[in-house]
């Protein structure tokens, strides 16, 4: 008998270890009101859905701390100072080096304008390295807007429209290629989505001398300027791929001095004489050119491949 409780003390005792273990390995989570946390990995991703939640979001309200976070479902305002709070606690110093902290906003597609921002919406929001915009139809890009990240890696705006953007949108954030973390980019991307026009706002690009990569992929554009690309001298790839441009002017990659990749994919070139100067020029200076070049016009070169 005495034997027999024995082995259930021990047992019961066992099954309290397995559970310590269990717990101990998988950690405990807390997260906000309508925010859930996938720990498949050693930093997790948190992401709330912004019909449930009460904004702002607390950074007390996370645990773990929030290195990779998702709001989706958006359908409206992140106000200026409204959006998040507590987060000039999230130091930078206790990221997890192997990933990239990331914030992504997903919107609800039904929406007529699904995403107001302002200058001051990303307060306290320094410690992002990779700002990702998905699906919204945003309805003004402010000066200043990402003022508050300071510096980010990767800034992609994907899917949806922008009805209107300021020529300052970019003011006062840096991006470029960070440090210490794995795969930087340097990356500023804007895809699959309708622009407020089919050329660039004149100056949006001027303060991102550091920027590595820009990507302007099927956002309708039917023609660049010399003096769109002129200032970002810390260029090396610039992707302007499935948009209805046909020439680049001369000059274009005047003071662009590291650039290394230039990829038209998808470009119906107009062929005519001195139309494709690019050609010679990137063999000349070592450019490397992507995604070939096919004539659109005259129509004798049509579909020809052209090569310099
Ligand atoms: C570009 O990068 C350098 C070196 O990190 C930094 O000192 C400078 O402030 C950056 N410039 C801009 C306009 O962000």
Request: proline share 3%.
């Amino acid at each position: 008998m005495g034997k027999d409780r024995n082995m259930n003390v021990l047992t019961n005792f066992g099954l309290y270890v397995v559970v310590l273990m269990i717990l101990i390995q998988y950690g405990q989570s807390t997260a906000p009101t309508g925010c859930t946390f996938d720990s498949s990995d050693s930093v997790g991703i948190y992401t709330c859905d912004y019909t449930a939640v009460t904004l702002p979001l607390a950074y007390s309200g996370f645990s773990p701390a929030p290195q990779r976070l998702v709001i989706n479902k958006i359908e409206g305002t992140l106000g200026s100072g409204s959006t998040f709070s507590g987060f000039s606690s999230f130091s930078s110093a206790s990221l997890d080096k192997n990933y990239i902290a990331s914030l992504d906003l997903q919107c609800s597609t039904s929406a007529v304008v699904s995403l107001t921002i302002a200058a001051g919406t990303f307060t306290d929001m320094n410690w992002v390295q990779k700002l990702t915009i998905t699906n919204c139809r945003i309805a003004n890009l402010p000066a200043d807007v990402f003022a508050d990240f300071g510096q980010l890696d990767t800034l992609i705006i994907t899917g949806g429209k922008i009805d209107a953007m300021d020529a300052g949108a970019f003011g006062n954030i840096d991006i470029g290629k960070l440090d210490l973390i794995p795969q930087a980019a340097g990356l500023l991307e804007f895809s699959n989505l309708e622009m407020p026009a089919t050329t660039l706002t004149t100056g949006i690009f001027t303060s991102l001398v550091n920027v590595s990569h820009i990507k302007l992929d099927n956002i309708g554009l039917t023609a660049v300027v010399t003096t769109d690309f002129s200032s970002n001298t810390g260029l090396h790839t610039l992707t302007i791929s499935n948009n209805a441009i046909t020439t680049i002017p001369s000059g274009f990659f005047t003071g662009l001095d590291g650039i290394g990749i230039v990829d038209f994919s998808g470009t119906s070139w107009d062929c005519s004489c001195t139309n494709l100067w690019f050609l010679t020029f990137a063999d000349t200076n070592g450019i490397e050119i992507q995604g070939g070049a096919n004539c659109g016009t005259p129509s004798t070169h049509a579909s020809k491949f052209s090569s310099s």
